[in-house]
C-alpha cells in the first residue's frame, strides 16, 4: 500500500489513511471518508459536481478506467439500497470494503500504473532502447 500512497495527491493519500483506521469500529464513518478519499483522488481529472458514480463513468467515457469498474459501482449501489432497508450496520461494512476496494483500483489504474509507465519509458531510455 505504501507504493500506491506514494504516488497519489497528499490530501488524498490523508484522506485514505483516515478512513481506514476506522474500518473495524466506526464502518459508517469509514465509508464516509472513503467517499471523500475518492473525490479527492479523482479531482485532477475533472466531474468536480459529480456524483462518485457518475465521475466514474466519465473517466471511464474519457479511457481513464476501464469499463469493468462500472460493475463496482453497480455493487455499492445494491449494497446502499439493500442495507438501508433491511441491516444497517452489515450495509455499512459492506459500503466500506466495496469503497476501500475501489479506491485501490482507482489508485492503481490513475497513478500507480502512469507512474510505472514512465519509471519504464526512463529505465527503457537509459538503456538506450525506446517504445
Known sequence: MAEILSVLPTEAARAY????????Q?????????????????????????????????????????AQLQE?????????????RESPAKAASAEAWILDSLFKLLAEYLYVLPAKTLKMRSVAGESGRTF
Open 17 to 24: 489513511l483516515a478512513a481506514r483506521s476506522l474500518m473495524e
Open 26 to 66: 466506526h464502518p459508517d464513518l469509514a465509508a464516509e471518508r472513503l467517499r471523500k478519499a475518492l473525490d479527492l483522488l479523482c479531482l485532477k481529472f475533472g466531474g468536480k459536481d459529480l456524483s462518485l458514480a457518475d465521475k466514474i463513468r466519465d473517466l471511464s467515457a474519457r479511457g481513464h478506467l476501464p
Open 72 to 84: 463496482a459501482v453497480e455493487a455499492l449501489k445494491i449494497v446502499d439500497n439493500v442495507g438501508t
